[in-house]
């Protein structure tokens, strides 16, 4: 099994910044992508972005040229850069990992809130 834990979200001003990290221990070498999605209220839980292994990234045309992914594998640890926050930003984020090509599992950390007053 493959733990995540994100760090602390937090309160910022629209226009404002927030990096998030999250940290992947246990069964690791298993992971292939990893990312972020957020769940806003009332709303599904949506892909923010995610990136593989091999650093090809995929974003959420919401967030395109808002949001940067990257990952350290050495630290197996996925970070989520957001600027220009948006009041629809506002959302719980979960870190997201994906195991496997032919029995493939997906886990989840627990969340972490954002909050974006306008």
């Known amino acids: 099994h493959v733990q995540l834990v994100e760090s602390v979200g937090g309160l910022v001003q629209a226009g404002g910044s927030l990096n998030l990290s999250c940290a992947a221990s246990g069964s690791i070498a298993g992971i292939n992508t990893m990312g972020w999605y957020h769940h806003a209220p009332g709303k599904q839980r949506e892909l923010v972005a995610t990136i593989t292994s091999g650093s090809n990234t995929n974003y959420a045309e919401s967030v395109k040229g808002r949001v940067t992914i990257s990952r350290d594998n050495a630290k197996n640890t996925v970070y989520l850069q957001m600027n220009n926050l948006k009041p629809e930003d506002t959302a719980v984020y979960y870190c997201?990992?994906?195991?496997?090509?032919?029995?493939?599992?997906?886990?989840w950390g627990k969340g972490t809130q954002v909050t974006v007053s306008s």
């Open positions: 997201y990992a994906r195991t496997g090509i032919y029995t493939v599992r997906i886990y």
